[in-house]
Every structure is written in structure tokens, then in C-alpha cells.
């Protein structure tokens, strides 16, 4: 290609001068601003006779201050730190605590521990989980979580004494030296090299981590807590259940990734420091917890009955991975019973499996107020303070303490009835000791008892780093990741933006704003609404069809006359919180009221393309339009969160470029090519119209190029959608019809008919499967390497050798040479760049009622336009492709396996 004779690397060796000279300039200029500071812990300097106790020297280990901490304190000082609002200790300088903030898809004001206000009167609000979980990028996950924006560069900029909008600042001006000094004759070179550093800021501000910086920025101001009751990782069994948008969906390693990837964006500092915290987060709700409301059974009074089989192969492995893999600081037990018994008082659940076999470093909390539920509601105890010990003790006997139950209580009731339960011998004081010292090592581990905050890491970041233009971007990158393209006809999407005169808008939730946000939200920064996202690149007319989502009486007549008049459609349906939220499971899986009805009809009288929107947490039968011809595109959007709207638009559009390095070196590469085209008067202009807007709206800088028609032949600008799958099947209404909510079993009962849940095990015909999801591009796979077979090494002696074995343990000697390659060639073959997610499922031979199939890996991708690359899948029979049996050990099932990678299958024998 042309551009390529311009190499970049050219003037590289420029850039460390000129970006040491800019930063020489601005640190010059640049000063912090104060802010005013919370009262905080072990404030010496206010408070000099702090200084001398143990647990305010931040020379000594985090164990023998919390220990120093607990000895001071007297019994009815330690129960103030049961609860989440947590009393102060002023005698020895400690302020109070709130525990409960909430940051499931950016920070929320669910929670007492956080607030908005003038100072800052917004977060950025990231699309609602299920979408997110949609772009099965475990890279995004975990820059959401953390301050993707700015964390780094704000802590880099720290030392440099400047920040990154300074930089900006100075460029520009240099622009205009340059431009003045050469008047006629401007130089090439130096041109380009502002324009590489800028870009090259951009990309490294991209590549950082956004919600751990937005919470830290707005504890400095008083307005949030350190400790963030998110994610939500439960399996989302049931397609009625109101909070399955809160979670990343049916499929265990899905949901496993989503966890360790997002609690480690909140909790990993910059400083690398592996016993500190940035801010502590908590995967919820242990265990076995998805049903709110349904036909007369609720959450509070529910017994999941679960067998040993689907909870060690289903339901845990979220939990398991979040605490081993994530290594996070605290797990929330559920409001459910599960086998029987109240899940905050199983001593099997929390002190065997949570802090035996996983070894939790952190502190275990109840829902809010799970302990009230299980003594008023389920009438687990006689009195409220054997209640209060069966919490902390978790049916561990007085004298084997060690690993206990809960550490600290989302309400009031171990507040009130914890010194009574002591008294009465039914707990003893070093119980309680060892609850709060989990809690009160997670706030060493948070900085919390390490004086003056504004001396800290992340001391330094406030107001301004909130709702930052970067942090913005990324949420409308994270909802064009995960929008779901699920039927598209040939001619309909991409729309050109060009070719469109008047489009037709239409349906209650085509100009929403909150609803884009859905539950446990935030104050979002601003809203893009759907509406607002297609008018800013075409003429629109628009009307809500139906007066809410409920859609009792659609205004058929008045939705025929706009969409027949319109060059194309787009219906922006769906649902919100009044039909499926917190403690509100939907009954059916329909579009609500007449909705159906509306679509079918502005379809049928629209001449141009008609493209059906989905907005939903869960699936939705949409069968209907699955099959209607005239339906010419289905896009499923989640909740996409503040940027919705933006989104949805380039997808529409197709301006969608789904990587957020490849920006850069596009603009790079289109700066060259209007440089060779010779045309000067254009590059300047260019260059100013980057170098003036904010380093984020550097692609619609080029749209609007586009839109002046530049015609630039070699620059591929529009780009695929991202390849958004469904984290989770679509049933027919038929389906939950004859499916009670309350049967948790997974695997599917013949005998009396029950069809299993998931892809994993259910067979029925779906609307849309677990994995689904069109792009604009075609992509194949082709298999390079692979073995046939697998053999297990087994002791001579075992009795698998001398009769016949249908699987082996997964020990360690069966495990010690057990992984291989899979390696693959993904070639996109169509003429859009764009991202694909590669999935490898198994499946195992069927022995143990194995799943049918089950996810094993993926791996997402982006490829420009007709290129390939290899995908390798390291796979362990072990880890990866093992079966959990009826008693709930890990096997490794012998006989013949089937891999598949897209249409792609490969068989594999694993034999001893
Ligand atoms: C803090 O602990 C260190 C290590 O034990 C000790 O040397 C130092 O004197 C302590 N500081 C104060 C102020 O007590
Ligand atoms: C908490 O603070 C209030 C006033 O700030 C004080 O009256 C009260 O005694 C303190 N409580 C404890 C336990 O120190
Ligand atoms: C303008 O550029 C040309 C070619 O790059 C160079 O030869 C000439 O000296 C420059 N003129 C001035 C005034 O710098
Ligand atoms: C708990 O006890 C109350 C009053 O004794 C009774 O009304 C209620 O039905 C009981 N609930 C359960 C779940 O047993
Ligand atoms: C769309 O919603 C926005 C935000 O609520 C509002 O400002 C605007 O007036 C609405 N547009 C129409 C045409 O109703
Ligand atoms: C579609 O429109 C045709 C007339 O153009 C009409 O006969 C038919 O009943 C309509 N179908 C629906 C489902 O509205
Ligand atoms: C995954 O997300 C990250 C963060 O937004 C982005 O940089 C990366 O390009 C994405 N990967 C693909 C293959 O789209
Ligand atoms: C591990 O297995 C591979 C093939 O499955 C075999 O080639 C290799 O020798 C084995 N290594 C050991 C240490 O057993």
C-alpha cells in the first residue's frame, strides 16, 4: 500500500524529545488544587498521640495491626464493626465507617456509602452486565472495572508533574507556532510528530484501565465508601428472573471470567502492591441465589433444593474463580436456603468451602439483612440471638475457631443481638474478635487506617477524574462490544448514513434515557438516547408508539403513516424495570403488551429496511419477527448504559471500529494519505481539527471527513460491528409454560418431561442460542493442529486398567501431563475489519449426565478485512474438559470427545 512507504518509525526517535519538552513546559505551570479532606483514621498530625498505636504505624505487617486495633477495643466497640454502618471509636481516632457501596456497571448511589452531589453529580455509567458479558472480551472486563481511563496516566502524570490535558494544550499551541513560523512552507516532520505524540497518548491512555478511579476520586471527597458489594455473578438459570441482567449470564466460565476480570480491575493498584487494595469488591450472592418473586415464591422464604452434581459444575464455579482467581476481598452470602439451610449460616458453605477449600483473605457479608430473614422469615432459630451466632459461628463449635461464618451483617441485627448472644455463651468473644479483625484487615489492606488520605496512591485523584472524556468513550465502546446483531438480511444493516434521507424512529424505548441503565446504577455523567445517537448522522422522525414499555394500547395507525413515509425503520422496543428488576421476575418471556402488535404492522408497510431493537436484560421470545420477512435486521442491546444511544448508532451505521488501538494507526495512516496526496491546506486543517477536539472524538473527526466526502480510496473507514454473542439462550414462551422457576435442576428428567436449562442441557428448540451473534464480516476457522488422542497416565495397579473404566479422578497424578494445543486459523473473509469471538466448546463423552457440550475457551479477536491469524487454545483435560460426577468430584470421562469451533468439529479420544 501506499502509506506504507511513510513508516512511522521514522520519527519515533523524535517524539522523547519533543514529549520531555512538553512536559518541561507544563510542569512549569501545573499545580493541584486542595481539596477538603473527610475525617479520617489515624490522623497524627491533627492528633499526635495516635502516633505511638500499633495499628496506625504503617511500618508493621497488616496482622499485628489489626491485632494491636482489636485488643484496645471493648466487646461492645468490636459489635460497631459488625454492621455496614459501622460506629466510631473517637477515643483512639477512628471515624465511622459506612461498608455498603455498590459499583456493579460504574458507581452507583444504591447503598447508603455513596452519594452524588454538586461536586460531583455524576459517574460514568457502563451498559448493564448481561451487555458487557456479551463482548466475551475478558480485556474489557477489566478495564471497566478498574479506571481504565485514567488510573495510570493520572498516576504517570503524577510524577511527571503534568497531566495529559495539559499536554494537549501545549501541542496545540505549538500547532499554531509552527504554522505561524513557516507561514507557507510547513514542515512534514514536524507536523507528524505532534500528531504521533498525540496519538500516541491516545492509544496509552486507551490501553490503561475506570470504576476503581471514579470510586477512589469520590472517597477523597467524602462521597463514597472503599468497599463495593459488585459483581453479581450467579448463574442465570431462569430466563424470567428480574436480576439476570445483572449478572454475565447461563455459562459458568463466562461468569467465572467476568468475576476475576472485573474484581481484579477494582481491586489491583497501579503500584503492583499484591497485599493492598485499590478498592474492595464482592461477589454475590453465594450461593445458588436466582429467583426474587415469582408466582407467590420469593428470595426471602425460598429453599433451593440443588444436587451436590449441578452445584459443584454450575452454580460455585463463579464463586470459586472469584475468590481464587480474582482473589477478591469478600463474598456475600444469599437470602436463600439452600438444601435446607440459610446459606449465612452453613457451615459447610462459608467456613468449609469459602475459607477452607478456597482460602478467602477477606470478610464474609450478609444480604441486607440476611440474618433478620432467616430468623424472622424462615424461623431458622427460636431466638434472635442463637440467629446471631449460627451467622458468626456458621455451626462451628465454640472451641475450633478458626475459620468462621460471618464477618459482618448488612443491617442491624448482629448490632443489636450479638452482646446478648455473648452473654448467653452461644458465642464467645473471640468469635467476634476474629469477625472483626477480617473486616478491619480489608480496611488496612484499603489504606483506610493509614492517616491522611491525600498522602496516599490515588490521594490525588478527585472530581476531575470522573466522568472523564476517555471514561466515557469506554462505556460506549463497552455497549458496541456487546450489541448483539441477531438477524440480519442481506441489504439491511450497515445503514449508509448517506444514502438515508428520513428514518423512522419508533417505540417506547426509542428516546429513553434511564432505562439504558438499568438497575443498581449510578447518576450517569450524560445520556445518549438512541434517538439522539441516529439523528446526529441522519434526518429522523419519531414517535414513542406505546406510552410505556407496558404498551397496553399501541398507536398503530400513527407508527404506519411515519415508517411508510421513511426511507427506513428503525423500532427501539423492549423492556425496563417494570417488567423485570429486583424482586420482580417476569411470568412470561413475550414482548410486553401490544408491542408485538406495533411492530408487525409498521414492518409490514415499511418500504426500506426495518431494524428491530431489542432493549432487555432477558431474552425474549421474538420468534414472530425472527420470521417475518419484512423484519429485515434484529439487534439485541442489553441495557447499554449512558452511551446507549452513540452505540447503537455505530452499529447501525457501521462505524463501529471494535479496537481501541486500531484508531490511532488508522488516523495515522489517514493523515498520510491525504500528506501524499500533497493536499497542505487539507492537512493542516485536519491535523487542527484533531488536535482540537478531545483525544476521544478523534473518530468522529473522521466521520465528519466523511461526511465533507473526502474520498479516500485505500482507508477502509467503515468498519464491522464487533461480534456481540448472546451470553445466554432465548426460549419460546413454550418453555417457561411448562418450566416451574423453582426447579433449580439443571440436567434435564426424562421421566417426567422436564427439558434441563442452558445450552448446556437443554435440547429444545431455543429463539436464540447461548453464543449466537451475526457480524458484517464472514469468519471462518480452520483447524492447524489438534491431537486425535489423549492418553491418562495411570498407575499399572489401578483398577481401570483391569476392567472397564468410564472415567478417572482428575488427581494429580492423572493431571501431570495433561494439557495440549489447539491451534486455529480465523480468517475474515468479508471487506469490513472487526472483531470475533472464538469459542471452543467440548463435547464429553456421555457418562455422569454430562452437558452436552460446554464452553471450554474463547478468545477474541480483531482482524482487518481479508486477513487471518492463528487463535491457540491451550487445553487441559483436567481443568478445561473434566465432568463434575452425581457426587460432585471432578472426573475426566474416558471415550470420545468433539470439539467445535464454530462449524468446525474435531475428534479427540481420551483413553488410559
Ligand atoms: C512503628 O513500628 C516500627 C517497627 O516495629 C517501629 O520501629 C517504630 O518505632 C514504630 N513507630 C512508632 C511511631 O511507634
Ligand atoms: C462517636 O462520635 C460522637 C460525636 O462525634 C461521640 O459523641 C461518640 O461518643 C462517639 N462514639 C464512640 C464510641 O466513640
Ligand atoms: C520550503 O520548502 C522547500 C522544500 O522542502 C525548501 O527547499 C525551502 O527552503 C523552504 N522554504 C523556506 C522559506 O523555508
Ligand atoms: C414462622 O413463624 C411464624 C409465626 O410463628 C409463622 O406465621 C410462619 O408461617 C413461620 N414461617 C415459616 C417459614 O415457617
Ligand atoms: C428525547 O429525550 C431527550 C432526553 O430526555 C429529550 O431532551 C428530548 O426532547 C426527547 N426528544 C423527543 C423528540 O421527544
Ligand atoms: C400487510 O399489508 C397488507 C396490505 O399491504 C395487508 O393486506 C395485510 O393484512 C397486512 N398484514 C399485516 C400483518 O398487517
Ligand atoms: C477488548 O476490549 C479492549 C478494551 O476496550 C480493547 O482494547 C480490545 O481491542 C478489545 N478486543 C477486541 C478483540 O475487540
Ligand atoms: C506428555 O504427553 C505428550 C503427548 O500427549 C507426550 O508426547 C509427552 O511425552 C508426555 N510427557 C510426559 C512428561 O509424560
Redesign the pocket.
Known amino acids: 500500500m501506499a502509506m506504507a512507504s511513510v513508516s512511522p518509525q521514522n520519527s519515533v526517535p523524535k517524539v522523547p524529545v519533543f514529549l520531555l519538552f512538553c512536559m518541561f513546559l507544563v510542569f512549569l505551570s501545573t499545580h493541584v488544587s486542595a481539596q477538603s479532606s473527610p475525617v479520617f483514621a489515624c490522623d497524627v498530625v491533627s492528633n499526635p498521640s495516635l502516633a505511638s498505636l500499633g495499628f496506625c504505624n504503617t511500618s508493621l505487617g497488616i496482622n499485628d495491626r489489626v491485632v494491636d486495633l482489636v485488643k484496645r477495643l471493648t466487646l461492645q466497640e468490636k459489635i460497631l464493626f459488625l454492621v455496614n454502618s459501622a460506629g466510631n471509636v473517637s477515643r483512639i481516632g477512628i471515624p465511622k465507617y459506612e461498608w455498603w457501596s455498590e459499583a456493579l456497571h460504574g458507581v452507583s448511589y444504591v447503598g447508603p456509602g455513596t452519594h452524588f452531589s454538586n461536586h460531583v453529580a455524576g459517574a460514568t455509567s457502563f451498559p448493564q452486565v448481561i451487555l458487557t458479558a456479551a463482548s466475551f472480551n475478558t480485556s474489557l472486563f477489566e478495564a471497566i472495572g478498574k479506571d481504565f481511563g485514567e488510573a495510570t496516566a493520572r498516576h504517570k502524570s503524577m510524577e511527571l508533574g503534568t497531566t495529559t490535558e495539559k499536554i494537549r494544550d501545549l501541542m496545540h499551541v505549538m500547532m499554531w507556532q509552527l504554522v505561524k513560523e513557516t507561514d507557507t512552507n510547513f514542515t512534514v516532520s514536524h507536523t507528524f510528530v505532534c500528531i504521533y505524540i498525540y496519538l500516541y497518548i491516545y492509544a496509552e491512555q486507551m490501553s490503561l484501565q475506570v470504576v476503581s478511579t471514579e470510586a477512589r476520586a469520590m472517597y477523597n471527597v467524602g462521597l463514597a465508601g472503599l468497599t463495593f458489594w459488585s459483581p453479581n455473578i450467579n448463574i442465570f438459570r431462569d430466563p424470567r428472573w428480574g436480576r439476570g441482567q445483572e449478572t454475565p449470564g447461563e455459562d459458568p466460565l463466562l461468569s467465572s471470567k467476568y468475576g476475576s476480570c472485573y474484581v481484579k480491575g477494582l481491586q489491583q493498584r497501579d503500584d503492583g502492591d499484591p497485599d493492598k487494595l485499590k478498592v474492595a469488591a464482592c461477589c454475590k450472592h453465594y450461593t445458588a441465589y436466582d429467583l426474587d418473586n415469582w408466582k407467590g415464591s420469593d428470595r426471602y422464604?425460598f429453599n433451593a433444593v440443588v444436587t451436590k452434581q449441578d452445584m459443584d459444575d454450575t452454580f460455585q464455579p463463579p464463586f470459586k474463580s472469584c475468590v481464587i482467581d480474582g482473589n477478591v476481598a469478600s463474598v456475600m452470602c444469599s437470602y436463600n436456603q439452600v438444601n435446607g439451610k440459610p446459606t449465612c449460616a452453613d457451615p459447610d458453605l462459608l467456613s468449609g468451602v469459602i475459607r477452607g477449600e478456597w482460602n478467602l483473605n477477606g470478610y464474609i457479608v450478609t444480604d441486607c439483612d440476611s440474618i433478620d430473614v432467616f430468623y424472622n422469615?424462615?424461623?431458622y432459630t427460636r431466638t434472635p440471638e442463637e440467629a446471631a451466632a449460627a451467622a458468626i459461628l456458621a455451626g462451628n463449635s465454640l472451641f475450633v475457631l478458626r475459620f468462621l461464618g460471618v464477618d459482618l451483617n448488612c443491617g442491624s441485627f448482629l448490632g443489636q443481638h450479638t452482646e446478648a448472644a455473648v452473654k448467653r455463651g452461644l458465642v464467645n468473644e473471640h468469635a467476634i474478635d476474629i469477625a472483626v479483625s477480617n473486616n478491619f484487615a480489608t480496611l488496612m489492606r484499603l489504606g483506610f487506617f493509614d492517616g491522611d488520605p491525600s498522602k496516599q496512591l490515588y490521594g490525588k485523584l478527585g472530581p476531575k477524574d470522573v466522568c472523564t472524556a476517555e471514561n466515557q468513550e469506554l462505556a460506549r465502546e463497552a455497549a458496541r462490544q456487546g450489541i448483539v446483531l441477531l438477524k440480519n438480511t442481506a441489504g439491511s444493516l450497515p445503514l449508509s448514513p448517506t444514502a438515508i434521507k428520513n428514518l423512522a424512529v419508533i417505540g417506547p424505548n426509542a428516546n429513553v434515557t434511564k432505562t439504558m441503565i438499568g438497575n443498581y446504577e449510578g447518576a450517569p455523567c450524560k445520556y445518549t438516547t438512541p434517538l439522539q445517537g441516529l439523528a446526529a448522522s441522519v434526518a429522523t422522525t419519531y414517535l414513542p408508539g406505546c406510552s410505556n414499555v407496558a404498551c397496553s394500547t399501541a398507536q398503530v395507525d400513527d407508527a404506519k403513516k411515519l415508517a411508510a413515509a421513511a426511507d427506513a425503520t428503525v423500532l427501539v422496543m423492549g423492556a425496563d424495570l417494570s417488567i423485570e428488576a429486583e424482586s420482580r421476575d417476569r411470568v412470561d418471556v413475550l414482548l410486553p403488551g401490544q408491542q408485538q402488535l406495533l411492530i408487525t404492522a409498521v414492518a409490514n408497510v415499511s418500504c426500506g429496511p426495518v431494524i428491530l431493537v431489542i432493549m432487555s436484560g432477558g431474552g425474549m421470545d421474538v420468534s414472530f419477527a425472527r420470521t417475518d420477512d419484512k423484519i429485515t435486521s434484529i439487534l439485541w442491546v442489553g441495557y447499554p448504559g449512558e452511551a446507549g444511544g452513540a452505540a447503537m448508532a455505530d452499529i447501525i451505521f457501521g462505524y463501529y471500529n471494535p479496537s481501541t488501538h486500531q484508531p490511532s494507526q488508522n488516523s495515522l495512516y489517514f493523515v498520510f494519505h491525504i500528506f501524499s496526496s500533497g493536499s497542505k491546506s487539507l492537512l493542516l486543517s485536519l491535523s487542527f481539527l484533531i488536535l482540537n477536539q478531545s483525544l476521544l472524538s478523534l473518530k468522529e473527526t473522521y466521520y465528519e471527513f466523511l461526511q465533507w466526502k473526502i474520498k479516500i480510496t485505500s482507508l477502509n473507514l467503515r468498519f464491522s460491528l464487533s461480534g456481540g454473542r448472546l451470553p445466554m439462550t432465548w426460549y419460546p414462551q413454550s418453555y417457561v409454560d411448562k418450566v416451574p422457576m423453582t426447579n433449580m435442576n439443571m440436567r434435564p428428567d426424562p421421566s417426567n418431561g422436564y427439558p434441563g436449562r442452558t445450552y448446556r442441557f437443554y435440547t429444545g428448540e431455543t429463539v436464540y442460542s447461548f453464543g449466537d451473534g451475526l457480524s458484517y464480516s464472514p469468519f471462518t476457522h480452520e483447524l492447524i493442529q489438534a491431537p486425535r488422542l489423549v492418553s491418562v497416565p495411570l498407575e499399572e495397579s489401578h483398577v481401570c486398567h483391569s476392567s472397564e473404566c468410564q472415567s478417572v479422578l482428575a488427581s494429580e497424578q492423572t493431571c501431570q501431563n495433561s494439557t495440549f494445543d489447539m491451534l486455529l486459523r480465523v480468517k475474515n473473509g468479508g471487506t469490513m475489519s472487526g472483531s470475533h469471538t472464538v469459542f471452543l466448546f467440548s463435547s464429553p463423552p456421555a457418562v455422569h449426565n454430562s452437558p452436552q457440550k460446554h464452553l471450554v475457551g474463547f478468545e477474541k479477536v480483531f482482524l482487518n478485512a481479508q486477513t487471518a491469524r492463528h487463535v491457540r487454545f491451550k487445553v487441559d483435560i483436567c481443568k478445561d474438559l473434566s465432568v463434575v460426577d452425581e457426587l460432585g468430584s471432578k472426573k475426566v470421562a474416558l471415550g470420545e470427545y468433539v470439539l467445535h469451533v464454530g462449524s468446525l468439529k474435531h475428534f479427540l479420544s481420551v483413553r488410559i
Open positions: 422464604h422469615s424462615q424461623n
